[in-house]
């Protein structure tokens, strides 16, 4: 019988709030790091929310799954962060209705500060970064920035769910199962700047791969309303149900943690925010969401040489203005908190 895995330890911020409800059993039940791999899962909220925090650890408890070898329940990020593999980072505030998520860096950007400093300190070099809080590439930037003894490599922020919204929107206009779709990708800014692109997509019919656009043969909707309901997915929900999104949004990070866990399928690719190094003229240094194959054991590369035309150029562009606008806001946050 092969030997039994040693524990990783997942920390998981924002313990007690509604993404981590729904993330928590994808963790634990082992979706995302394999059914053969034990966790210890760490989990941070701020003080207030503490007693909340230990009903979420009663029903961990309560769930009774063999792969959970301890619990840490804390408001101390040093204890939160201490020798964790994966840091899974949801702990901020979400917008509410009429907001942008940019209108949350005031608010959420000293939370990045204080995580990317404690992440420094106390958290394994090898540390896998998923900032999910809003607005997720510039908060991904801000504890990037404030953690300079772990690779930039090793920070990311969340676009997979935009990638499963754009996915599923291809899906039903093409009447197949989102199985049969690879290859869609998000360039940019987790925000209504995104460009979702599915030029460069697949379906699979009867066993044949072909090109997505030429099975769709709807170039107009492909550039206008496919973008913008991918765009404004985030905004309905919210109008809709009063809240965020926060069961896709686990599903999506638990498929993020996986691909980057495990690796990216041969001939498939996937999208996160990563740190930009001057591909497709998007300037070095920001966090901005682009295609990457992933190998296994986590390193992953931008896909390079993905034909781009006007109209796909000036889409690139706006997404980064904004990013670009967003970093220049973080900085002067970060100089007036010094
Ligand atoms: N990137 C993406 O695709 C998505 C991002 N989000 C963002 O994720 C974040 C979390 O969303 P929800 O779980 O719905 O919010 P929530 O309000 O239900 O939970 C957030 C939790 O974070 C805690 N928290 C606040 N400050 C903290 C700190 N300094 N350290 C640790 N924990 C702290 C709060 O006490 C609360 O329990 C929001 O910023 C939201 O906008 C949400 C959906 C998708
Ligand atoms: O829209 C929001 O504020 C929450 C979020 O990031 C999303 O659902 O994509």
């Known amino acids: 019988m092969a030997a039994e895995k040693s524990p990783i330890k997942v920390c998981i911020t924002g313990g007690a709030g509604q993404i981590a409800y729904s993330l928590l059993l994808e963790v634990a039940s082992g979706k995302v790091f394999g059914q053969d791999q034990p966790v210890i899962l760490h989990l941070l909220d701020i003080e207030p929310c503490l007693e909340k925090l230990n009903g979420v650890v009663m029903e961990l408890e309560d769930l009774a ?41 005031a608010k959420n950007n000293d939370i990045f500060r204080t995580t990317g400093k ?15 809080g809003n607005p997720c590439n510039t908060n991904a930037l801000t504890c990037m920035k404030n953690a300079p003894s772990i690779p930039k490599e090793n920070f990311t922020c969340l676009t997979r769910l935009d990638q499963n919204r ?4 291809l899906a039903a206009k093409l009447g197949v ?24 997509a697949s379906v699979t019919i009867n066993g044949a791969r072909q090109s997505l656009t030429d099975a769709l043969s709807d170039d107009a909707w492909v550039k206008s309303d496919f973008i913008s309901t991918v765009q404004q997915r985030g905004a309905a929900v919210i109008k809709a149900r009063g809240l965020s999104s926060a069961m896709s949004a686990a599903k999506a990070i638990g ?4 691909d980057w866990w495990f690796g990216t399928k041969e001939g498939e690719f996937t999208s996160m925010g990563v740190i930009s190094d001057g591909s497709y003229n998007i300037p070095a240094g920001i966090i901005y969401s ?23 150029t000036e889409k690139m562009v706006a997404t980064y203005n904004e990013l670009q606008e967003e970093a220049n806001a973080a900085a002067e946050l970060a100089a007036a908190a010094n």
């Open 290 to 312: 682009f295609p990457v194959t992933i190998e296994a054991g986590g390193k992953w590369s931008i896909v390079q040489n993905l034909k781009q035309d006007d109209f796909a």
């Open 177 to 200: 199962s989102v199985s049969q779709i690879s290859n869609v990708i998000i360039w940019g800014n987790h925000s209504g700047t995104q460009f979702p692109d599915a030029r460069h």
């Open 255 to 258: 498929d993020h943690a996986r």
């Open 118 to 132: 404690a992440i420094d300190q106390v958290a394994k070099k090898s540390v896998k970064v998923v900032v999910v």
């Open 65 to 105: 799954l063999s792969l959970v070898r301890g619990v840490v329940a804390t408001a101390d990020p040093l204890k939160a962060f201490a020798d964790v593999d994966v840091a899974l980072l949801l702990g901020a505030f979400p917008r509410l209705k009429g907001m942008e998520r940019k209108d949350l860096l």
């Open 166 to 169: 754009a996915k599923s929107q």
